[in-house]
């Protein structure tokens, strides 16, 4: 007879055994859960051109995907708000970078266990899509799609002496964990290589230039990948001119104004380009494919943004630069000159002293007007309520004779009128005074 303490053990020990068993069977049926089974399919194509949208759809087999919660993830990076409860699609936008890029689901089906495959796409030039598969016999080489990355330069084609910027771009693996090599031109660049060195710069060498620069790269997983991108280094500047004339002791630039003609040259430092595209005031209307720009400013004292891109024909050269063009206003200014200290055009004037009972001639410079009327300008002067009429010779009529007379007479107000008779121009009148020092 087995005592009360005897008859506890023993229930404890059947418990004990139950609940074991009870376990394992649960792990057993743990283990022996449905793993899920579901297609993938992608449309348009695995392998895509640039800005192109892909719809990836979970096809299921044994399960609903109403009640099913999926987690999708381009390379290592969750898509947190694409994912959940029924969202079996997915759509991946691809930009302008290249390569393979790795989209991967987890499903988490009611009643079955978790599943999980891997698909991708693959972005390619326009000119390198064809019919076949993406590599021979069809798939994604997916050793290439795990480790793939793309190397950034910033700026793209940079002029002589720019610091280039350059960054490793990736969705297929963490970037934090790979080990990176940078080379520039074959010299290893140690310092900048390592660990999570996803980053280095260097400054441009002489115009026409080329750097090559390769990195080399092994991801967390052990799989090695490289690229190289070709920095070409390019100066691209401007020379313009105008088609309006300035006096020829002027040292400054020929100015527009409106209605004259702006020419703009493109210079790319004996660079073979294939095409230049200009634009003005960003509007697509005013396009040119040759090295010179020319335009007409229809408004004074606007700014007229001109901007050009510059390609090789193997379009692997591109380079943006602008300049600004700001018309002007026709001008005319007068100049003294005496017997001793001839013309002194270092200043304009708006007054003019002179000794008495002496002469002087008195010169207006016409500036900005359109190139050719000089010989066609018309010069009408005013002093005091007199017109001056003598001279007929319209060059000689641009100088003005002065005689002084006593200083009590007091300063006299005096004028020049310019115009252009062709092209006609709207007269310009330059308002001065006449007086006689002590």
């Given amino acids: 007879m ?26 057993s049926v743990v283990r022996a859960a449905t793993a899920p089974e579901f297609d993938i399919t992608i449309t348009p194509s695995q392998v895509v051109t640039p800005n192109t949208s892909v719809i990836f759809q979970v096809v299921p087999k044994n399960f609903f995907s109403a009640s099913t919660t999926f987690s999708w993830f381009v390379g290592t990076k969750s898509s947190p708000a694409l994912s959940g409860v029924g969202k079996s699609s997915y759509t991946f936008k691809t ?23 891997v698909s991708g796409v693959i972005v390619m030039p326009d000119d390198t899509i064809t019919d076949g598969p993406a590599i021979p016999g069809g798939g994604l080489d997916f050793g290439s799609v795990k480790s793939n990355f793309t190397i950034t330069a910033v700026p793209q084609n940079p002029h002589a002496g720019e610091s ?41 060498g002489a115009a026409g230039t080329t ?63 294939s095409a230049y595209n200009w ?34 024909s193997a379009k692997n050269l591109k380079k943006e630069r602008g300049v600004t063009i700001v018309p002007t206003e026709m001008a005319v200014h007068i100049y003294a000159t005496g017997p001793l200290e001839g013309t002194v055009f270092t200043e304009a004037l708006s007054a003019f002293t002179g000794s008495s009972h002496s002469s002087y001639d008195l010169i207006a410079e016409p500036f900005f007007f359109i190139e050719g009327s000089p010989k066609d300008l018309a010069y009408v002067w005013t002093v005091g309520d007199k ?35 062709s092209p006609r121009s709207a007269p310009i009148t330059v308002p001065f005074s006449i007086g006689v020092r002590n």
């Fill in 387 to 421: 017109t001056v009429t003598e001279e007929t010779d319209r060059e000689k009529k641009r100088v003005l004779t002065v005689k002084t007379e006593d200083p009590t007479s007091g300063p006299v107000i005096a004028s020049v009128r310019v115009e252009s008779t």
């Fill in 211 to 273: 750097h090559s620069v390769r990195v080399d790269v092994v991801t967390p997983e052990g799989i090695a990948n490289s690229k190289t991108l070709t920095v070409p280094v390019v100066d691209l500047a401007f020379y313009w001119w105008s088609n309006t004339s300035i006096p020829l002791w002027y040292k400054g630039k020929a100015l527009p104004t409106k209605g004259s003609s702006v020419s703009v040259m493109a210079l790319t430092n004996g660079q073979p380009i």
């Fill in 279 to 312: 634009s003005i005031n960003n509007n697509p209307s005013f396009k040119s494919t040759l090295r010179v720009f020319t335009y007409v400013p229809q408004l004074t004292g606007l700014r007229d943004n001109i901007s050009l891109e510059i390609l090789n």
């Fill in 95 to 117: 930009t302008g970078f290249l390569g393979a890029f790795p989209i991967t689901v987890r499903v988490a089906p009611e009643g079955l266990a978790l599943g999980e495959r």
């Fill in 2 to 27: 087995r005592t009360m303490g005897q008859k506890m053990a023993f229930a404890y020990m059947v418990l004990v055994s139950v609940g074991l068993l009870t376990i394992l069977l649960w792990g």
């Fill in 164 to 204: 280039v910027e350059l960054s490793i771009e990736t969705f297929a693996f963490d970037s934090r964990s790979a080990r990176f090599t940078w080379r520039v031109d074959g010299k290893t660049q140690k310092d900048a290589s390592g660990l999570g060195k996803t980053d280095y710069s260097f400054v441009a």
